[in-house]
């Protein structure tokens, strides 16, 4: 059976191009279009689709409005287009907070010069998210966690940090499939992701103390104008410090280097962060294989790897690396994620040392380091 799209956009040119690219598949169904978020939140009640697209800037109602009222009334599956620039990456973030599940960026100039290359990946994102395990039964909303104002304050001195709303209809995740970690001195905790990731950084980083003992570096897929925004994000929600890496950072306990959209991020055995251009060849920008592989270069058996929720199989072969050479590597399980693709390869291939629920990783990321 296709897949049912509810195209919500106020351009009647966006509206119409959408229709053209998602009729080209015949596994997708156009079933209705909205001119603005309230009519979007009537059309989706009326219509049930299994897949909503949502611009952000509408008239009398924008996008994250809509996709709060949608989640609260008729969770669904959303996918946001946003511009890319830093208050795109803003709304964007807000927006998954607010329950969407995956973004584009809403680029006309690559729909009108790339219009294969851009079909594809809007059908693949809406078949993915249409078969993602996220559960979305009816629950209530839950308001978008807003930056606390003390920021900027040292580590020491920030308020509790506050976990990430749980996705709205997420299945709740089961007791651990795999016991509590047993402790160990790591130079480096490792963490990839991609669709889900924004969501499942940030409940999992809210988790650590400020004092936490071990460097982290962070591999988001997200464009490059958004990264910066989403560390700015997560240093202000966290009691750890965290930044955008660039080249020549010194990794530093209860510090998260994100690495930059659009480059290669790879450390060394001296603590020090390359950032390198992103290479044409890779699929991904940043890549979760080339971090991992230069941590298991860099510190041997002396690093924890986790993989959470996203696309693919990027983060396999690095942690294949990693655990040759002695180093430890987590999946988050099935359950709690909000696509089951990087976690199920990393699992899939034998190479998970354990597998916890996203609520449960923050926790004993704080056990597992000594």
Not at 71 to 88: A, D, N, R
Not at 321 to 343: F, H, T
Request: charge should be positive; charged fraction near 20%.
């Amino acid at each position: 059976m296709p897949v049912k799209v509810l195209v919500v956009d106020d351009s009647g040119f966006f509206r119409r191009r959408l229709k053209e690219i998602l009729a080209a598949d015949p596994n997708i169904s156009v079933v209705g279009t909205a001119s603005n978020g309230r009519e979007g939140v009537d059309q989706a009640l009326a219509l049930r689709p299994d897949v909503i697209t949502m611009d952000y800037e509408m008239p009398m109602m924008d996008g994250i409005t809509a996709v709060r009222h949608i989640m609260q009334k008729c969770p669904t599956p959303v996918l946001m287009f946003s511009s890319l620039t830093h208050e795109g990456a803003r709304v964007t973030l807000d927006a998954l907070d607010a329950g969407a599940v995956d973004y584009l960026p809403k680029n006309f100039e690559d729909i009108s010069r790339n219009p294969a290359s851009v079909q594809k990946l809007l059908c693949e994102k809406i078949h993915h998210i249409a078969r993602s395990n996220r559960r979305f039964a009816v629950a209530p909303s839950v308001a978008p966690v807003t930056p606390t104002p003390a920021a900027n304050a040292p580590a020491s001195t920030r308020p509790a940090a506050r976990p990430a709303p749980a996705p709205t209809g997420a299945a709740q995740a089961a007791s651990p499939a795999s016991p509590p970690p047993k402790r160990k001195h790591y130079r480096l905790v490792a963490i990839g992701t991609s669709t889900g990731g924004p969501v499942a950084l940030q409940r999992v980083l809210t988790q650590l103390p400020a004092n936490f003992p071990a460097p982290l570096v962070l591999i988001q897929h997200m464009p490059a104008a958004f990264t910066k925004a989403f560390a700015e994000r997560l240093d202000k929600l966290c009691r750890i410090s965290v930044k955008e890496a660039e080249d020549g950072d010194q990794l530093r306990p209860g510090l998260a280097l994100l690495a930059p959209g659009g480059k290669q991020m790879m450390v060394d055995g001296r603590g020090v962060v390359k950032i390198l251009p992103g290479d044409e060849r890779l699929n991904y920008k940043p890549c979760v294989d080339v971090t991992f592989g230069s941590a298991a270069k860099a510190y041997a058996d002396k690093v924890l790897a986790v993989v959470l929720t996203g696309m693919g199989a990027d983060g396999r072969e690095g942690a294949r690396m990693l655990k040759q050479a002695g180093s430890q590597v987590w999946a988050q399980d099935e359950a709690s994620c909000v696509i089951y693709g990087m976690p199920m390869a990393i699992a899939k291939a034998n190479l998970a040392d354990a597998i916890y629920g996203l609520d449960d990783i923050g926790k004993y990321l704080s056990e597992a380091c000594s």
